[in-house]
């Protein structure tokens, strides 16, 4: 029960309906208030309880200066969490595991249980095997399910096992479709109350209900635990940066070309742990489905979520997606009482503002390794014959024997050239080079939730089926939808057939190439590549582009509107202009240009309008949590415990709460530790967490074979996240990483300065062999250390190896908090100081003092580093709320959640 020190309380009825809610007029300085901290308001009216939600804080958010740096910590208590697979899985083993650590001290196993509700869509576990054939995605569904059975059966038993926790299965969708297209409420229902739904979910991505008016964000699955056991997110008033949009999209211009143009204006200016909302009259005119692709790529442009109000946009949306009558009144009516409704008049105070006319967005992509570098369309191919050079070596740089006198790369016009000559299983023969694009894929995350650029790359499927062209043969072609609504429009509007035709037949509903899911290339064009070190490209529709992410052979990666990448797929190559040059030639040998297939925007409106109905969002979501005969028939073990199999490899109970006791243990300084890695910037969540496929010759592939799996079986890291012993192995071993440590290594490797002469190794086997000899370890990082997704793994393994502190010069978000809820501490060098200007090689021995201070309940704002080489600093310390000081004080977050349910 609320406190209700404003006297908030009140009711709103609906129709027949009466609702409780907590009115935001209530508490002065609120009708100012960005649309987005009146949702927080509420949430803090809502749950104020005199101690951690207090009535200073409530005044303290209605009398939010937007001007001050955010220094007011508030408590946020989402109303649900949401999941997908990879980071849900671990999520599920941690509350198995932490109900066995309830009862070994001594208290109710049931205690540990959600208390807000939590549900999960299996969508990451897919991959592209299969593709360009009719049957491909029964076959990749049946490869999924023999990977996966361990740890689907492991999700059975949790959706029977724990309350509030619902599965979506697999072969339904994308968690953020599923989500704005069938979990999110946008007004909330619980126990009589009705309120804004709000929402943590454990995939960055979560911002793609921020569209629907839905306030939510990604959080590591540690965070993500907390907040289902009850415990608030902490967290700063945040500074809201105000993005005006204006005017109308040209024709010829998508949603993907607006976001790569606001990811990239937002990149810009500067929106790390900000809150973005947009406002003005361009708002209205931007459809739902655009919303929803601009608050998808939040963490692309950096902001903790980037939001839209609600308006008459919102309620159409929500009865097109089967919600009922009374639901949509509900929204309609408490958004007006609230002042939550869309003005496109008002100019709400804002810390920040920029501003966008949309009638100036060109074409664009964005790549070859960041979604913030966008090129604009016609200058892609031009751009290309800079960019390659950073990824093939001249004739001058290679030497003498770096290359076969075949293999020398030459230059055509100025860009590197090696054609090679592929043959196919077929006896066909055709020639690839750098710059083919070899991976084509209209990927689930961030276009397929919005018809009009889905059925857009139909429609050129069908004008290139009708001009005779295809794919060309090196191009791995996918298709995977993040609903099945999109394959039923598909078919009623006629379209599946040409999709199919070009080579975009369906492999998947779900998370496939842009979490690097890609699946293998064609064996003789991966063979080609590697023999012959070729730059080859990936096309995507997605919203990930980094370095070693879409798939191992594949060099440089490009973001491009569903259109664009069927575009792409004809063309072959990023050395194709394709606004200029011929895509191909028809029938008659005439060449055929984007312009001749590109489908007008009347064209694409009028199959929205006739093939998109209320009935298909009703008939795909009627049973969803049921799941197929597969899943259906997974055998699952009973109890409110779960029957560790002491042989998988998939699931294993964790270390975590191994010698915990009710007490906690003093905070201490940190001595002769030693560094593990020493990393330049923007090294993402990529680089750190275990992602992608297992390669048999790294610590995880040994780990495996060493079990008894064969190689074919190894699956991704991402399936494995319920299995810490493989993630760990897989911690900083991304393909991509350069450890300066190592110079002249690429990947996982370190120097084991426990030996003579310090050999490179492996990361892990470098870690085991410190942590035998009792080294605490440390990371040293650069600027934006832990950019990318929201994932857990990337802490949880950073303190399984033994890391004890990470000193950079800045972090993003989730990353530094993820690091504090693993009980790891996070520093930054001084201001304007980096590893290098201080002189640091990464071969010294460092001691951190002043840790200690945490002990008497405060914070040191620095603590003081020194080196055995003389080099002396004072990191800044980054807890930055009381919260996560607990949470440190602790040995990380699930041990303060499991000391707090088990006192109560």
């Not at 009146?38 to 939600?53: C, P, S, W, Y």
């Not at 797929?569 to 001749?596: W, Y």
């Amino acid at each position: 029960m609320s406190a209700n020190s404003f006297d908030a309380r009140s009711t709103l009825q609906v129709g027949d309906e009466s609702y409780e809610i907590f009115r935001l007029d209530k508490v002065e300085g609120s009708a100012r208030l960005p649309y987005s901290l009146k949702v927080l308001l509420e949430n803090l009216l809502r749950t104020e309880d005199g101690a951690n939600i207090t009535a200073d804080h409530i005044r303290a958010l209605g009398g939010w200066d937007s001007q001050a740096q955010p220094s007011q910590e508030i408590q946020f208590t989402p109303a649900r969490v949401i999941m997908q697979d990879f980071t849900g899985v671990p999520c599920v083993v941690d509350l198995a595991t932490m109900r066995e650590a309830v009862a070994a001290l001594g208290g109710d196993p049931a205690k540990i249980n959600p208390l807000s509700p939590a549900e999960m869509v299996i969508d990451h576990s897919v991959i592209a095997d299969k593709f360009g054939t009719n049957d491909a995605f029964k076959q990749n569904v049946d490869l999924e399910y023999g990977r996966n059975k361990e740890r689907y059966q492991f999700l059975r038993w949790g959706q029977t096992a724990f309350d509030d926790f619902k599965v979506v299965p697999p072969g339904t969708g994308i968690v953020h479709q599923v989500n704005i297209e069938h979990l999110a409420r946008t007004v909330m229902v619980r126990n009589g109350q009705a309120y804004p739904d709000t929402l943590v979910g454990t995939d960055s991505h979560t911002t793609m209900v921020n569209g629907l008016g839905v306030l939510g964000w990604g959080v590591g699955g540690i965070e993500a635990e907390a907040a289902m056991l009850g415990q608030p997110v902490s967290m700063l008033i945040p500074r809201v940066v105000g993005f005006k949009l204006t005017g109308e999209l040209q024709p010829g211009t998508t949603a993907t070309d607006l976001v790569l143009t606001i990811t990239e204006m937002l990149r810009k200016h500067g929106v790390v742990g900000k809150f973005v909302e947009f406002y003005g009259e361009g708002v209205a005119a931007t459809s739902l489905a655009n919303r929803a692709t601009i608050g998808n790529m939040s963490p692309e442009f950096g902001s903790t979520a980037a939001i839209f109000p609600i308006d008459d946009e919102t309620l159409n949306y929500l009865r097109l997606t089967g919600r009922s009558d009374q639901q949509v009144a509900l929204v309609e009516a408490y958004a007006k009482e609230q002042g939550l409704w869309l003005d496109p008049k008002a100019e709400p105070d804002f810390s920040e503002k920029l501003e966008l006319d949309l009638s100036t967005v060109v074409p664009s992509i964005a790549g070859p390794k960041r979604p913030q570098d966008r090129i604009v369309l016609a200058n892609a191919a031009e751009q290309f014959k800079t960019d390659v050079l950073n990824y093939v070596a001249t004739a001058d740089e290679a030497g003498e024997e770096s290359f076969p006198a075949s293999d020398a790369p030459a230059a055509t016009n100025g860009v590197p050239s090696n054609p090679v000559v592929v043959t196919a299983p077929d006896g066909s023969t055709y020639e690839i080079d750098h710059g083919a694009v070899t991976v084509a894929a209209i990927t689930s995350c961030t276009n397929t939730s919005n018809p009009y650029v889905m059925v857009a790359a139909a429609l050129v499927a069908k004008k290139a089926v009708e001009k005779g062209l295809t794919r060309k043969p090196w191009v791995k072609t996918t298709l995977a939808p993040g609903s099945k609504v999109v394959t039923d429009y598909f078919d009623k509007a006629g379209l599946t057939p040409y999709l199919d035709k070009v080579g975009f037949n369906l492999v998947g509903y779900g998370c496939t190439t842009c979490i690097g899911n890609s699946g293998p290339l064609p064996e003789e064009v991966s063979k080609t590549v590697n023999d012959h070190d070729l730059a080859v490209t990936s096309v995507l529709s997605g919203n990930r582009n980094f370095e070693g992410r879409i798939n191992p052979d594949v060099k440089m990666n490009y973001l491009a509107s569903p259109p664009l990448v069927v575009a792409y797929a004809l063309a072959g190559s990023m050395k194709v202009d394709i606004t200029r040059d011929a895509l191909g030639a028809d029938q008659d040998g005439n060449p055929v240009f984007l312009k001749d297939i590109w489908p007008s925007e009347a064209e694409v409106n009028d199959v929205v309008a006739n093939a998109i109905g209320e009935d298909m969002f009703s008939k795909s979501y009627s049973d969803v949590f049921a799941g197929d005969a597969q899943w259906q028939a997974l055998s699952i073990p009973t109890g409110n415990t779960f029957e560790w199999d002491a042989e998988s490899t998939y699931v294993r109970k964790p270390p975590y709460f191994e010698g915990m006791t009710m007490e906690t243990t003093p905070v201490s300084d940190i001595a002769g530790a030693r560094v593990l890695a020493k990393l330049g910037d923007s090294v993402t969540t990529d680089h750190i967490s275990p992602a992608g496929a297992i390669k048999a010759d790294t610590p995880a592939g040994k780990y495996l074979t060493e079990h008894g799996v064969e190689r074919r079986d190894f699956n991704s890291y991402g399936s494995r996240r319920g299995n810490h012993e493989v993630m760990i192995r897989g911690t900083f071993a991304n393909i991509r990483l350069r450890n300066q440590i190592a110079p002249g290594t690429e990947g996982g490797y370190t120097r084991d300065f426990t030996q003579a002469d310090a050999p490179v190794s492996f990361i892990y086997d470098a870690s085991q062999n410190y942590q035998a000899a009792g080294t605490p370890l440390v990371i040293l990082g650069g600027k934006e250390y832990g950019s990318g997704s929201s994932r857990d793994w990337a802490a949880k393994g950073t303190a399984l190896l033994g890391v004890k502190a990470v000193i950079t010069e800045s972090y993003e978000r989730i990353h530094r908090s993820n690091l504090i809820g693993m009980g790891v501490l996070p520093l930054q060098f001084p201001a304007g100081q980096n590893a290098d200007s201080l002189g640091l090689t990464g071969e010294e021995t460092f001691s951190i003092t002043g840790v200690t201070e945490l002990n008497e309940g405060t914070t040191p704002s620095t603590v003081k580093v020194t080196t055995d080489t003389g080099v002396e600093f004072d990191a800044v310390v980054r807890i930055d709320t009381p919260g996560e000081a607990d949470y440190y004080r602790n040995g990380g977050i699930m041990q303060y959640v499991l000391r707090s349910l088990i006192r109560k």
